[in-house]
Antibody, heavy 118, light 108 residues
């Protein structure tokens, strides 16, 4: 069964850093692209970033470009989100999602909560 | 970037009624790389429809998607109480993915 489990969320001050992890199981991780998507409290979904199955291509939303970095470790079946220079508006539940057919997100984790506050 | 605008903001209907949700894109969506998601309170989003009109695995046939170019819709043919949720449209193009702001479906 396909399973994604996020971790690493917490409370951090503005300007701080945090690294999120997403552990995958139940599928061939090194053949699949992965996304991070976030949802601010009471708000809608916002796509954050994508990494191709081989790690060679990464895309970012303008709102996080230059501050966030996505990476993957296929030996650990894990995708990471390094978040630097955090702002209060980055406060959200962060979901990882599995890419499917190149363009869709078919399986999502339960999310990890990031709170940026002084 | 392509902006997706969903309407209406909230839809309040009775069980058995038909619900039609709309999503309009600011530019034509490439190759119909377009999807619909359902999210219930406290739960993870669930993929309902992909490629504008194909149902994802395990999705009941009362859910259907249609549209192309800039105008898309999701229809729930006979509402059931468990269909109460937020519904989001989503597209992929120009190396970006974007979501609409959501439509809330309430069951009376």
């Amino acid at each position: 069964q396909v399973h994604l489990v996020e971790s690493g969320g917490g409370v951090v001050q503005p300007g701080g850093s945090l690294r999120l992890s997403c552990a995958a199981s139940g599928f061939t991780f090194n053949s699949v692209g992965m996304h991070w998507v976030r949802q601010a409290p009471g708000k809608g979904l916002e796509w954050v970033t994508f990494i191709r199955f081989d790690g060679t291509t990464k895309y970012y939303a303008d709102s996080v470009k230059g501050r966030f970095t996505i990476s993957r470790d296929d030996s650990k079946n894990t995708v990471y989100l390094q978040m630097n220079s955090l702002r209060t508006e980055d406060t959200a539940v962060y979901y990882c999602a599995k890419n499917w057919l190149g363009y869709y997100m078919d399986v999502w984790g339960k999310g990890t909560t990031v709170t940026v506050s002084s | 970037d392509i902006v997706l605008t969903q309407s209406p903001g909230t839809l309040s209907l009775s069980p058995g009624e038909r619900a039609t949700l709309s999503c309009r894109a600011s530019q034509s969506v490439t190759n119909n790389y377009f999807a619909w998601f359902q999210q219930k309170p406290g739960q993870t989003p669930r993929l309902l429809i992909y490629a504008a009109s194909s149902r994802a695995t395990g999705i009941p046939d009362r859910f259907s998607g249609s549209g192309s170019g800039t105008d898309f819709s999701l229809t729930i043919s006979r509402l059931e109480p468990e269909d109460s949720a937020m519904y989001y449209c989503q597209q992929q193009g120009n190396s970006q993915w974007t979501f609409g702001q959501g439509t809330k479906v309430e069951i009376k």
